[in-house]
C-alpha cells in the first residue's frame, strides 16, 4: 500500500469548530426564560473549565444537550470528528425518555468525566439569577428537581 492509499485518520475538531456547530445547531432555540439557548451552552462550557475539566469535558459541555433536544442526532455524534470520551460524556447527561432519576444520576457517576459537565449544567440551571426570570411555579418545580439531581449526584448545594 502506498503513502496515498493509506487512510488517515480525520483529525478531532476544534473546541472552536464544536462551539460553532453547537451554537449553529441550537440557534433557534431559546431557554425557559426565552434567552438564546447558546448563552447556557457558553455558561456551562465555561463552568467546566472554571472547574478544571479538560478539552475533551469542554467539548462534551457545548454538547451536552444537542442529542437531547434533537439539535443533533445521535448518528452525528456517533460519526463526529470527537474522542470517543466527548462522546461517551454527551450520551451519560442525555436524558432519556421516560428514564427516573435515579438511573440517569447512575450512568452520570459512572461515566468517567461526565460528573463536571453535569455539575456545571446544574449549576447554572439552578443560577437565582436565571431562575428568577421564570414564573414562580416552573421556578419551584425546576429548584426541587435540580436539588434532587444534586443528591443523587453526592454534590453539595451551590
Known amino acids: 500500500m502506498t503513502y496515498n492509499e493509506r487512510r488517515e485518520p480525520h483529525p478531532l475538531l476544534t473546541l472552536t469548530q464544536v462551539e460553532a456547530l453547537a451554537r449553529n445547531a441550537h440557534a433557534a432555540q431559546t431557554d425557559k426564560a426565552g434567552r438564546p439557548y447558546a448563552e447556557h451552552l457558553r455558561a456551562v462550557a465555561d463552568g467546566v473549565r472554571a472547574r478544571g475539566g479538560d478539552e475533551e469535558q469542554i467539548a462534551a459541555a457545548w454538547l451536552h444537550d444537542s442529542v437531547e433536544d434533537d439539535a443533533l442526532s445521535a448518528d452525528w455524534l456517533r460519526e463526529a470528528a470527537l474522542s470517543p470520551r466527548t462522546k461517551d460524556i454527551v450520551l451519560a447527561v442525555t436524558k432519556r425518555p421516560g428514564e427516573p432519576m435515579e438511573a440517569y444520576a447512575e450512568r452520570v457517576l459512572s461515566t468517567p468525566g461526565a460528573l463536571l459537565v453535569k455539575e456545571s449544567d446544574l449549576a447554572h440551571n439552578a443560577d437565582p439569577a436565571r431562575l428568577a426570570a421564570l414564573d414562580a411555579t416552573t421556578r419551584a418545580r425546576l429548584t426541587q428537581k435540580y436539588t434532587k439531581m ?9
Open 150 to 158: 444534586r443528591e443523587l449526584l453526592g454534590l453539595r448545594a451551590p
